[in-house]
């Protein structure tokens, strides 16, 4: 099956469990196929060979992901990004968001309910400070680079070197692992513990933040 106009033209290739839509004289193309096991179909976008983008619909379950190695899960609320990211805008998640890449730049603001950065994490700049705002858990595993203000709801846990250039405010304590902190104000309503943190810095710490002291503190 085939269809034309004047400039270019298309082919429709259909098998049994697939269906392939490809502009002749180019090596682009789109095809969308269904899994057998699963039920789900898949959607991919290849653009000169390179596939550029991949789409899972499963139906009820809301499962959808993009990226040709699944950088981008989305699954009932939960998103997961197994690739770095890089978010020119503000940002918001419903649900829980999982970020497993080595660098996590994030431009503009983040509504998130819980975060998990396994890498780098970074938002704002110097020169345009974004809040964070994380109504649930907090986990960065990586280096955390923070220049606007940063609002945690529950616990928070910081296991590389931190850096927050606004105020930070964590409703359910913090624990800081091995990293160093430095803040330029620090709120918490529950403990802060730095166990094996080689340094702690607070320029002007709040009347309601209590430190469990676990090593050197500057």
């Given at each position: ?38 039920g789900h179909f ?14 899972k619909i499963t ?160």
């Amino acid at each position: 099956m085939s269809s034309s106009s004047s400039t270019t033209s298309s082919t429709l290739t259909q098998t049994p469990s697939s269906l392939e839509f490809q502009t002749s004289g180019t090596n682009s193309k789109v095809v969308i196929s269904q899994q057998s096991s699963t039920g789900h179909f898949d959607v991919s976008a290849y653009i000169e060979g390179n596939q550029k983008k991949v789409a899972k619909i499963t139906g009820d379950n809301g499962y959808t992901y993009f990226g040709p190695t699944d950088n981008v899960e989305l699954m009932n609320g939960k998103t997961n990004f197994t690739g770095s990211s890089n978010f020119s805008g503000n940002t918001q998640f419903q649900g829980n968001t999982f970020h497993n890449g080595s660098i996590n730049t994030f431009s503009g603001s983040i509504n998130a309910k819980d975060a998990f950065f396994n890498g780098d994490v970074q938002v704002g700049t110097s020169t345009q400070p974004k809040n964070q705002l994380i109504t649930g858990n907090s986990t960065v595993r990586g280096n955390g680079w923070f220049d606007a203000s940063l609002y945690v709801g529950c616990n928070s846990t910081l296991n590389g070197s931190t850096i927050f250039n606004g105020s930070a405010t964590f409703n359910g304590g913090m624990n800081l692992g091995n990293a160093n902190l430095t803040a330029n104000s620090l709120a918490s309503n529950s403990d802060i513990k730095a166990k094996g943190a080689k340094k702690f810095v607070i320029d002007h710490p709040t009347d309601n933040t209590k430190l469990i002291q676990h090593a050197a503190i500057e």
